[in-house]
């Protein structure tokens, strides 16, 4: 059975950093495309970041890009994500979500039960 | 970029039929897929590639995607069925969006 288990969720200080983790089990973790999905407080679904599957591409979305790294360890089935220069606008839980690729299409078939990342002073 | 719409909330009395729009210029030239997400847990997908049900999924929810509309159908609506349902795609210009989500009541 597939299990994603996010941690690192805190409440941290405007400007301050955060490293999320994510561990994979139940399935070949080097074999997925894997990605970040968060949801500020009453909104919805936003797609963060992403990672391929060795760790060669990675994608980010606008408003994280130059603070939030993703990267992953295919020898210990986890993803990360680095925080840097966090916002107010960065609250949200952070989903940890396996990514299909296929057909000119692309999916997240599993998720994690998330990490509560709260920025505030 | 590309947009998807959907409406903020749609209601059902139990048993009946319940049908969550997604909308967005020629949707139907995409592969829509589409997540339940209750109150405090993640998102459940529900229908990958329009119509196809994972595991699990009860044969109640089908989906649909003609012109400008994709179309999550649940029928024979339970209680246990009330969420948040989003619908995503995959674009080549804007990579891979979501919906706003349609809060699905039942009455």
């Known amino acids: 059975e597939v299990h994603l288990v996010e941690s690192g969720g805190h409440l941290v200080q405007p400007g301050g950093s955060l490293r999320l983790s994510c561990a994979a089990s139940?399935?070949?973790?080097?074999?997925?495309?894997m990605s970040w999905v968060r949801q500020a407080p009453g909104k919805g679904l936003e797609w963060v970041a992403d990672?391929?599957?060795?760790?060669?591409?990675?994608y980010s979305v606008d408003s994280v890009k130059g603070r939030f790294t993703i990267s992953r360890d295919n020898s210990k089935n986890s993803l990360f994500l680095q925080m840097h220069n966090l916002r107010v606008e960065d609250t949200a839980v952070y989903f940890c979500?396996?990514?299909?690729?296929?057909?000119?299409?692309?999916?997240?078939?599993?998720w994690g039960q998330g990490a509560l990342v709260t920025v505030s002073s | 970029s590309y947009v998807l719409t959907q409406s903020p909330s749609v209601s059902v009395a139990p048993g009946k039929t319940a049908r969550i729009a997604c909308g967005g210029d020629n949707i139907e030239s995409k592969s829509v897929h589409w997540y339940q997400q209750k109150p405090g847990q993640a998102p459940l997908l529900v229908l990958s590639f329009d119509t196809d049900r994972p595991s699990g999924i009860p044969e109640r929810f089908s989906g649909s995607n003609s012109g400008n509309t994709a179309t999550l159908t649940i029928r024979r609506v339970e209680a246990g069925d009330e969420a948040v349902y989003y619908c995503q795609v995959w674009d080549n210009n804007s990579a891979l969006l979501f919906g706003g989500g349609t809060k699905l009541t039942v009455l």
């Open positions: 979500a396996r990514r299909r690729v296929g057909s000119g299409t692309s999916f997240f078939d599993y």
């Open positions: 990672i391929n599957k060795d760790g060669s591409e990675k």
């Open positions: 139940g399935f070949t973790f080097s074999a997925y495309s």
